[in-house]
């Protein structure tokens, strides 16, 4: 079965750092781009980094400097090394696969992994 | 506030047709680039309804529909049925943002 699985969320002060992890399985994880996106409690979803092939990252403005996204093609995982987290930054983290092709669509999500910034 | 503008609800009785807006600009559906449609079900992650402004992913029914034209996409269903009332979201490429998606619509089921 293809198969995106996220960990790591959790409750973290502000300023603090955390570090998301996405497992991948049914599918040769170095051949697609992924992507990290999030939805804070009641509101839209919200792209923040992507990371290529040939591990190329790209950033959402307002992660740029404090998140960094790496993937380990052996494992078949992809990590979101979040750094400086302020409230702004809770919300549920998807990991997601981009389909082949050109600017493809997100077709396969994870369950979505908690964050929550809070004193 | 959103790079692409839907309407935050829509609603239709069951067995009708109801579309969702996904309106955008030159640096993004205007300028040539692919929508996609997502299907978010109530405490679950998204889903891939509709890719490439009109394509069905295997899997979902022909209810569902999309179209393009110039700055805008559509999402129609047509058919309606309670398994319908989701949150849906239309999402595209941007040459400045990169990937944005939609505000959201809420689908619900009279």
């Known amino acids: 079965e293809v198969q995106l699985v996220e960990a790591g969320g959790g409750l973290v002060q502000p300023g603090g750092s955390l570090r998301l992890s996405c497992a991948a399985s049914?599918?040769?994880?170095?051949?697609?781009?992924i992507h990290w996106v999030r939805q804070a409690i009641g509101e839209g979803l919200e792209w923040v980094s992507a990371i290529g092939t040939g591990g190329d990252p790209h950033y959402r403005d307002s992660v740029k400097g404090r998140f960094t996204i790496s993937r380990e093609n052996v494992k078949n995982s992809l990590y979101l090394q979040m750094n400086s987290l302020t409230a702004g930054d809770t919300a549920v983290y998807y990991c997601?696969?981009?389909?082949?092709?050109?600017?493809?669509?997100?077709?396969?999500w994870g369950q979505g992994t908690m964050v929550t910034v809070s004193s | 506030q959103s790079v692409l503008t839907q309407p935050p609800s829509v609603s239709g009785a069951p067995g009708q047709r109801v579309t969702i807006s996904c309106t955008g600009s030159s640096s993004n559906i205007g300028a040539g680039y692919d929508v996609h449609w997502y299907q978010q079900l109530p405490g679950t992650a998204p889903k891939l309804l509709i890719y490439d402004n009109y394509n069905r992913p295997s899997g979902v029914p022909d209810r569902f529909s999309g179209s393009k034209s110039g700055t805008s996409a559509s999402l129609a269903i047509t058919g309606l049925q309670a398994g319908d009332e989701a949150d849906y979201y239309c999402?595209?490429?941007?040459?400045?943002?990169?990937?944005?998606f939609g505000g959201g619509t809420k689908v619900t089921v009279l």
């Open positions: 049914g599918f040769t994880f170095s051949d697609y781009e």
């Open positions: 997601a696969r981009e389909s082949t092709g050109a600017l493809g669509a997100f077709d396969i």
């Open positions: 999402q595209s490429y941007d040459r400045s943002l990169r990937r944005v």
